[in-house]
């Protein structure tokens, strides 16, 4: 099996002031990452204030899906999967808006792989199997990071729609695979486990938001090769 196809490259000369067309998918694909994104943090918040003496700093993310603790930990672990569900959905229908080539493939192929482990943090509470909630946890932070440090340095050229978003990649990635060492090593000090570990997150989430954003604003179309008999 190939590579989806890519449409939004087939235009000649692509420079941010063209504003290139986007293949229909490729905003349905935004919309469910901005829609995967807000539902995880409302669902954060609201679990948040359901948890008894819930310190950001203190407790981890997956307290709040820990069924013994959290009172409505059905929420997060609940909303976690969707998370995973529609990051993965998305990660498929953006594909075409990224350079072709091995960086596009690698790093797309990390968000989705961190995609599919979020599934398995929200159906494995850190109290139910700590193992495989662990192995997942790690599966979703580190293939993240590492995910939006290769398509900033290579699927995301000068002279593009990406051209505003290329340092702003890479450095969002450089943020959270450096803050997972620190939590991995509990390197965290007076900042708390809780603290770093919202550090490996939040630039994840403000990339998603803030791509899709970005796509959103783009021109669509349906491409030719769609059409009936084509």
């Known amino acids: 099996m190939g590579e989806p196809p890519d449409f939004a490259w087939e235009q000649p000369s692509v420079t941010v002031s063209s504003r290139p067309l986007m293949h229909r998918t490729v905003h349905y694909g935004a919309i469910a990452l901005v829609g995967a994104v807000l ?54 229908l953006v594909w075409s808006s990224f350079a072709p080539g091995s960086a596009r493939a690698i790093g797309l192929l990390l968000l989705l792989i961190a995609g599919v482990a979020a599934i398995f943090v929200g159906a494995f509470p850190e109290n139910v199997n700590g193992t495989v909630h662990a192995i997942a946890s790690l599966l979703v932070f580190a293939p993240s990071g590492l995910g939006l440090l290769i398509l ?75 059409v009936s008999g084509a």
């Open 152 to 226: 900033g340095s290579g699927a995301m050229p000068a002279r593009t729609h990406w051209t505003p978003f290329h340092a702003f990649t890479i450095v969002l990635g450089v943020v959270t695979l450096v803050a997972l060492v620190m939590f991995l090593f509990s390197l965290w000090g007076p900042l708390g486990p809780g603290t770093v570990e919202r550090i490996i997150v939040a630039p994840v989430l403000l990339w998603a938001l803030v791509i899709s954003t970005h796509l959103l604003r783009l021109p669509a179309r349906a491409p030719s090769r769609f």
């Open 39 to 92: 539902q995880f943090i409302a669902a954060m918040i609201v679990a948040q204030f359901g948890y008894p003496n819930y310190s950001l700093a203190q407790n981890y993310i997956s307290d709040l899906g820990n069924t013994s603790l959290s009172p409505w930990y059905y929420v997060f672990d609940g909303s976690i999967a969707v998370l995973g569900v529609l990051t993965a959905i998305a990660i498929l």
